[in-house]
């Protein structure tokens, strides 16, 4: 556990893991600095600072290119990454300053829901 | 679609160029289905905005059509497989058992956007459409039939 509960990260963070304990991953991440505010991890295998920094050039990524695409006004909502046997979900705060980054097994958890959960957890960042 | 024989006649086309299908420089078999994929996801949508197949190492364009008025392919087409490489390195630093990037859907306000991988990950396919005309789960459905009918 890398979370203090007394930040609305940490907070955000609990609360993802309230509604989904299945889950591989999940971090709080500064969309500037790629570095996360909060995370936890219930695999081994995956630290998810390291994958919030990586995560943070495929988000900067994105905005380029809406930018070439003169989309200004449109804004991202979120971005869902499907792996042989994971989905990995980042969830974009409203000012964009920050994003929630969730990892988990995709036979466990519903495209859908994951996004619904974050959805609902994502207005305390703010 | 318009073979690469007949356009090399005809003057370079502006990046808003109605309807236009960029092809391979190669008629090779191994290029011959990022075309296929473009001609599929074509018919099945006859409204979409832009769709391309992009190669992930060069980020160039292997086969595209956009609808007119729409921004060209080639201008996002290096940002995308950027986006792609990127998320391939981040599995590639990842221990455990290994993972490959299936897709990538980035819904917005009003469009989807959508990236999917052909199984060997050497190119994917980029999809855009409006979202008051197709769900996020229909476009995904259409893209990953279209790729598998193409065997990619």
Redesign the interface.
């Known amino acids: 556990m890398a979370y203090s509960n007394n930040s609305p990260a940490g907070r955000t963070v609990e609360g993802i893991i309230g509604d989904l304990p299945g889950l591989v991953a999940v971090a709080v991440v500064d969309a500037n600095s790629g570095m996360s505010l909060a995370s936890h991890s219930n ?1 081994p ?3 998810p600072d ?2 919030a920094a ?2 943070t ?2 988000v900067k ?2 905005q ?3 930018s ?4 200004g006004s ?13 989905t990995h979900l980042i969830k974009l705060a409203d000012n964009g300053s920050k994003f929630i980054y969730l990892v988990v097994n995709s036979r466990d958890t519903n495209l859908a829901i994951a996004r619904e959960v974050l959805r609902s957890h994502v207005y305390n960042l703010n | 679609m318009t073979g690469a024989s007949s356009d090399s006649s005809l003057p370079p086309k502006r990046p808003h160029a109605a309807h236009r299908l960029v092809p391979l420089p190669l008629a090779s078999a191994a290029t011959s289905q990022p075309e296929k994929v473009i001609q599929l996801i074509k018919a099945e949508l006859p409204g979409l905005r832009v769709v391309a197949a992009i190669d992930v190492a060069s980020g160039k364009c292997l086969a595209s059509y956009c609808r007119p008025r729409a921004p060209a392919a080639e201008w996002v087409a290096e940002h995308h497989a950027t986006t792609v490489r990127q998320q391939q390195l981040a599995l590639q630093a990842w221990p455990g058992r290994p993972e490959q990037l299936t897709d990538m859907l980035i819904p917005m306000r009003r469009h989807l956007h959508l990236l999917r991988v052909a199984r060997k990950g050497e190119w994917f396919v980029y999809l855009a459409v409006k979202a008051d005309e197709l769900s996020l789960a229909l476009a995904r459905e259409v893209l990953r039939m279209a790729m598998k009918r193409a065997g990619c």
Do not use: F
């Open positions: 695999s295998a995956l630290n390291t994958a990586y995560n050039e495929v990524q994105k380029k290119a809406m070439a695409l003169k989309l449109e804004k991202i909502e979120d971005i869902l990454i499907s792996l042989t046997n994971q």
